[in-house]
């Protein structure tokens, strides 16, 4: 019943700006965590950001810290992934999952949506 799916990926130039939204159904408001995660060419899934259900507090991995913003709406039950300043080192498939909290593994994913930063 719980689905999430991602929209919003592309190709864009190095400095330049994604936003990536993910539709969340089936689950119940505020109960869990959303999170963006993305898999590189050769390499293994890792957390990019997460915004936890009990309380807002946002987390970012240190690579885009300051570069990502994440946020949700709870009322259209969208999360969003504002990429801004892209770096070639960005390029991956960017899924969205939710786990019962930030720092715990996704319960649901996504299926995925590309992001592809080159000149």
């Known amino acids: 019943q719980e689905q999430l799916v991602e929209s919003g990926g592309g190709l864009v130039q190095p400095g330049g700006s994604l936003r990536l939204s993910c539709v969340a159904s089936?689950?119940?408001?505020?109960?869990?965590?959303f999170g963006w995660y993305r898999q590189a060419p050769g390499k293994e899934r890792e957390g990019v950001s997460c915004?936890?259900?009990?309380?807002?507090?946002?987390h970012y991995a240190d690579s885009v810290r300051g570069r990502f913003t994440i946020s949700r709406d709870k009322g259209r039950k969208t999360l969003y992934l504002q990429m801004n300043d892209l770096k070639p080192e960005d390029t991956a498939v960017y899924y969205c999952?939710?786990?019962?909290?930030?720092?715990?593994?996704?319960?649901?994913w996504g299926q995925g949506t590309q992001v592809t930063v080159s000149s």
């Open positions: 915004i936890s259900g009990y309380d807002g507090s946002t």
């Open positions: 999952g939710a786990p019962i909290e930030c720092g715990g593994s996704p319960d649901y």
């Open positions: 089936g689950f119940t408001l505020g109960y869990y965590a």
